[in-house]
Nanobody
Framework: VQLQASGGGLVQAGGSLRLSCVAS????????MGWFRQAPGKEREFVAA????????VYTDSVKGRFTISRENAKNTVYLQMNSLEPEDTAVYYC??????????????????WGQGTLVTVSS
């Protein structure tokens, strides 16, 4: 199983980025997907998750109204659209896959597979 995250980069505060995560080696449509992030010197934290169909999503409070998670099962891809970015959003962003596709989980220990991460840097 491979999860390949991309789309990170340097952006000014108030700007936008869209992260993508392409999965291979698994039946993507069976899996719930999540995005997590790890800021410098901090623990990795939950950002957003989506169930297998895309019909259920959950977000951490700090990104509600600014970030949107979505998926295209035909392309084995999950996205994280990030708008109104703030310097506090600077982190390495990771995608993860959970085989219990019907639920959306915020606990990283419950995810089965992880991508390598993509760096997002927001300048003030």
């Amino acid at each position: 199983v491979q999860l390949q995250a991309s789309g990170g980069g340097l952006v000014q505060a108030g700007g936008s980025l869209r992260l993508s995560c392409v999965a291979s080696g698994l039946t993507f449509s069976n899996y719930a997907m999540g995005w997590f992030r790890q800021a410098p010197g901090k623990e990795r934290e939950f950002v957003a998750a989506i169930n297998w169909s895309g019909g259920r999503t959950v977000y951490t409070d700090s990104v509600k109204g600014r970030f949107t998670i979505s998926r295209e099962n035909a392309k084995n891809t999950v996205y994280l659209q990030m708008n109104s970015l703030e310097p506090e959003d600077t982190a390495v962003y990771y995608c993860a896959a959970d085989r219990f596709g019907g639920v959306v989980l915020t606990t990283q220990a419950l995810y089965d597979y992880w991508g390598q991460g993509t760096l997002v840097t927001v300048s003030s």
